[in-house]
């Protein structure tokens, strides 16, 4: 199972929704591992340093961040764009399309936006 983080602006509507349906998916909010108002390379940095793909609305600058982590050689495990007019429902079920199917380091050093359809 993939292992993802969700950034401190992540809809937290989609992170519950997604741990109702399977409480056994492993996601880390980064204000839960004192990472609150970290800026985006620093969060990419620890998500880099857990194994942990990055949940993110932020499509403006963690974007070029993580690409910036695979320019320079970096580990960067992935990043899942979810843009503000993905329905709820919809990111939920992506989400768990990816951490139940999906293989560990697919992801690595990949952006992808969802919906995955």
């Known amino acids: 199972m993939i292992p993802f983080a969700?950034?401190?602006n992540f809809d937290g509507t989609?992170?519950?929704?997604v741990l109702?349906?399977?409480p056994m998916v492993d996601i880390a909010r980064v204000q839960d591992v004192g990472l609150a108002g970290a800026?985006?390379?620093?969060?990419?940095?620890?998500?880099?340093?857990?194994?942990?793909?990055?949940?993110t609305h932020d499509v403006a600058t963690v974007t070029h961040?993580?690409?910036?982590?695979?320019?320079?050689?970096?580990?960067m495990?992935?990043?899942?764009?979810?843009?503000a007019t993905?329905?709820?429902g919809r990111a939920i079920e992506d989400i768990l399309l990816m951490a139940e199917c999906g293989i560990e380091n697919e992801l690595e050093g990949q952006v992808v936006y969802l919906p995955l359809r």
């Open 6 to 8: 969700a950034d401190e």
């Open 14 to 17: 989609i992170v519950r929704g």
């Open 20 to 22: 109702r349906r399977d």
């Open 39 to 55: 800026d985006d390379p620093r969060v990419l940095e620890w998500a880099a340093g857990e194994g942990r793909v990055l949940l």
């Open 65 to 75: 961040f993580a690409y910036a982590r695979v320019r320079e050689g970096k580990p």
């Open 77 to 83: 495990p992935g990043v899942v764009e979810v843009g």
């Open 86 to 88: 993905v329905a709820v």
